[in-house]
């Protein structure tokens, strides 16, 4: 019978452009005593950890798992790092729970940091990440190919830069309630459509920023969460889907999973859903931490997440349906949008998710939520991962 | 003596990486570089599944076959993705860039490149002129180097 699994704690730093102060393995190590302090336990309480590290080139120092093995109190457990550059927060929960699930190992903690300003040339680290001989001699990053997907996005589904302005402004606001949040504050849709373009249809407030800092997460099993958690999150569905590396695949009428629409998601949501008893998701599911690096993103999830059908998303925004008192609250924390710190921005996704299950997110806490989902995506949208974080356990059926 | 108050002066140790790499281009790559040396624009095909795949495979992603063939793409397209880069990027060239992914004819698949000779005075009516749907041409430099960048694409 597989264990239940359930968050013992959560860490997460203030986040943003540089953190002078400190180094990678400091920041991590922040983390680490963070976390094991809000869940009243000792580094030998923990049997192993998951490290979230995604491309470290932005940082100039390969392998800094290594680096902070020390630092996060590693030395005589078993560590692991998990890299699918920007789903790597979402799946180093997964990887834990796994972990956990199975019953190798009674708590695990997961921790991560992230520097990406470190050097002056990220978008040049970024182009690396492109096929050598057919892509990277194009100005292809993360950037400009999700700007391709939003250009045909928008075009089949009557979706205007305003309306992705609308987003912004409501991610904005609701990062004034989030005390770790990157870029927070009132701005009017007026200001998202005259901030610079960058690539078309994105502008600069359509992007995230570039975000430093750490977290942390510590999950165990039922015996765990009696000893250390009275009121746990637990993870109840957990989702994970791959697809190709060739964008060229995915765009055209003969894809079998069109990343124009983000289908993808709908597999991977699914699975996390049919496990957590999730079958009507709008009214069963409260808080929605969306992974959106870029302000096309979180929405389109929603709709392969069955929270609508599909091109609705952005007509929804208009009428305030994600708002923190709408019929769903998408990205309280202000989301991915307001702050990518990349190792650990799909781990912030889930300790957000996990803090408004448990009650603990502070000023922008949701009332009542019982189910929570949190998103990450890596590469260009070829690692996707959704997981559920709920009051109740499911009983195994 | 405070080891915190020290290391918040904001001290930073500056370096300058650089690393040299020569990419095995493989069979695949390979034959397609050197049909580029041709003007040519080469994908490989699939009999079981039907499909063209460009940039060429070597294997079928639906049916784990061998694609068995190698058919010479159409000299025209339809654009299926789209966009204009103005800023943010240090790339080989200035911006403005309009790059968009085209499936070329009798191909399933789509191949991103340059979209030269493009008034973008007006960004916002130059990606009209370039929306997922326009159809473009192919066009070489005068001396292909077997390189992506030999070709490119032109408004039709």
């Known amino acids: ?397 | 003596m405070s080891i915190t108050k020290h290391a918040a002066q904001s001290q930073v140790m500056t370096e300058e990486v650089t690393f040299r790499y020569d990419y095995a281009l493989g069979e695949v790559a390979g034959k397609f570089m050197d049909g580029l040396r041709e003007g040519k624009i080469l994908a490989t095909r699939c009999s079981k599944s039907a499909m063209v795949y460009l940039p060429p495979r070597a294997f079928c992603e639906r049916t784990f076959e061998l694609c068995d063939s190698w058919v010479e793409a159409g000299t025209s397209g339809v654009i299926e993705s789209s966009t204009i880069v103005v800023r943010g990027f240090e790339g080989s060239r200035p911006p403005p860039i309009a790059v968009a992914f085209v499936r070329l004819d009798g191909v399933d698949s789509a191949i991103p490149n340059y979209v030269e000779g493009l008034d973008m005075s007006d960004v916002d009516k130059a990606m009209e002129k370039i929306r997922p749907g326009a159809r473009v041409n192919v066009a070489f430099i005068p001396v292909p180097q077997g390189r992506v960048t030999d070709f490119y694409f032109v408004l039709a």
């Open chain 1, 1 to 397: 019978m597989p264990e239940i699994v359930g968050v013992l704690g959560t860490y997460q730093s203030d986040f943003k452009l540089r953190n002078q102060a400190m180094t990678f393995p400091e920041q991590a190590q922040q983390a680490a005593i963070g976390c094991l302090a809000a869940a009243n336990m000792k580094p030998d309480d923990i049997d192993a950890i998951v490290f979230s590290l995604a491309p470290t080139a932005f940082m100039g120092v390969a392998d800094a798992d290594r680096w902070s093995i020390d630092y996060i109190f590693g030395a005589g457990k078993p560590m692991l790092r998990v890299h699918t550059g920007g789903a790597t927060g979402g799946s180093v929960v997964q990887a834990a729970h796994s972990l956990v699930r199975s019953g190798i190992y009674r708590t695990v903690m997961i921790v991560g940091a992230e520097r990406i300003s470190e050097t002056p040339d990220a978008q040049k680290v970024l182009n690396q990440i492109f096929d050598p001989f057919y892509e990277k001699d194009m100005p292809l990053q993360t950037i400009t190919t999700v700007a391709m997907m939003a250009t045909a996005y928008m075009l089949r589904h009557g979706v205007t830069q305003e309306d992705l302005a609308r987003l912004v402004v409501r991610q904005r606001k609701n990062a004034m309630g989030n005390p770790h949040a990157h870029l927070k504050g009132i701005i009017t849709v007026e200001d998202v459509m005259a901030s610079p373009m960058i690539a078309h249809p994105f502008k600069l407030f359509d992007c995230c920023p570039r975000s430093s800092g750490s977290a942390a997460m510590i999950i165990g099993n039922m015996d765990a969460v009696r000893e250390y958690q009275t009121r746990p999150a637990f993870i109840t569905g957990v989702g994970a889907v791959s697809d190709s590396n060739w964008i060229g695949d995915r765009i055209v009428p003969s894809s079998e999973y069109d990343f124009i629409d983000w289908k993808l998601m709908r597999l991977a949501g699914g699975k996390a859903f049919k496990s957590a008893g999730i079958t009507d998701p709008i009214n069963q599911v409260q808080v929605a931490e969306v992974y959106d690096a870029f302000s096309i993103q979180g929405l389109t999830q929603l709709e392969q997440l069955g929270f609508c059908s599909s091109g609705k998303a952005f007509k929804m925004e208009r009428d305030g349906a994600w708002e923190m008192n709408g019929q769903v609250a998408v990205c309280p924390s202000g989301g991915t949008l307001c702050t990518n710190p990349i190792a650990v921005a799909g781990l912030v996704r889930a300790i957000e998710a996990a803090d408004q299950v448990m009650g603990t997110a502070g000023e922008h806490q949701v009332k009542g939520v019982r189910n929570a989902l949190a998103t990450a995506v890596g590469g260009i949208a070829q690692f996707l991962t959704c997981s559920v974080f709920s009051t109740d356990h499911v009983t195994e059926h």
